[in-house]
């Protein structure tokens, strides 16, 4: 997966719309109010690969099943079920890592969703 296909799949898991007729992505509340301050957006925009003000919405979606939460540091990122690690990564940065880890995450959890 390219980095702008990783970064379509987070929006589209964080609630962005694409417009059918447009190129263009309709923007969640959150966002609109806190770092776009408009209610759409191109592919092109989308910052979660290297910005935290775009990224850590992502984690504390995840993190609101309060079986899940992450363990960051220095250039690793841990994502835990309960006690059990379900996505491991480490890269060159700490933002890489996490950025990753949510990608893996979210793929894991489509996966169960299809076989349900």
């Known amino acids: ?5 990783s970064n379509v799949f987070i929006a589209e898991f ?5 417009d059918a007729v447009k190129n263009f992505y309709r923007v969640p509340k959150y966002y609109i109010e806190t770092i776009l301050w408009k209610d759409w957006c191109t592919i092109n925009e989308f910052e979660f690969d290297f910005s935290w003000n775009w990224l850590m919405p992502v984690v504390e979606k995840i993190e ?15 994502i835990f079920r309960f006690t059990d690690v379900i996505v491991s990564r ?3 940065t700490k933002i890489k890592a996490v950025w990753k880890s949510v990608i893996d995450y979210i793929i894991l959890e489509n996966g169960k969703n299809k076989n349900k």
């Open 90 to 92: 480490i890269e060159n």
């Open 64 to 78: 609101e099943d309060k079986n899940i939460h992450f363990k960051i540091y220095y250039k690793n990122c841990l």
């Open 14 to 18: 964080m609630g962005f719309k694409k």
């Open 1 to 5: 997966m390219t980095t702008e296909e």
